[in-house]
């Protein structure tokens, strides 16, 4: 009877160790399904972060760029005000602004050095130099 009780408890032994196996196993496999779960929610939850972060940055980077041509646009206006006024006194210096043109039509002539430049007549029309421009002819040694 000893040995009958023996084989049962090493039978029963056996089968328990069996069932903490299984059990283990199948109580393992949910313990990582769980964490596999829990790892993905952190994850959506780490990128829906860095998404709204991006578009904040996005945003603050628009709203600089806004606020830095409006800045730009009024320098612009300021400087053709300037501009404009100095235009004006040196008119008014010249007599005019007719004095003040002929006066630009003199500073651009000094500053041609030498280029081809079309002088405006009384009747509009250029004085034309073509003839200076060409080539002339070597005249031929005498043999």
């Given amino acids: 009877m000893n040995a ?3 084989i049962w408890s090493i039978a029963l032994g056996l089968l328990f160790l069996l069932m903490v196996i299984v059990g283990g196993g199948l109580g393992s496999c949910a313990a990582y399904n ?4 829990w790892n993905a929610e952190t994850a959506g939850e780490a990128e829906l972060a860095q998404a709204r972060q991006n578009r904040q940055i996005a945003t603050l980077e628009a709203e600089a760029k806004l606020e830095s ?4 646009a009024q320098a612009e206006v300021e400087r053709a005000k300037g501009v404009a006024e100095a235009n004006r006194i040196v008119a008014d210096g010249l007599g005019g602004p007719e004095g003040y043109l002929r006066y630009l039509y003199i500073e651009h002539l000094a500053q041609s050095q030498g280029q081809i430049i079309y002088v405006p007549t009384e009747g509009g029309l250029p004085i034309l130099e073509a003839g200076r421009l060409r080539p002339r002819p070597e005249p031929k040694p005498e043999e």
Avoid: T
């Fill in 34 to 37: 769980s964490v596999r779960v």
């Fill in 69 to 72: 041509a409006k800045l730009l």
């Fill in 4 to 6: 009958a009780r023996n």
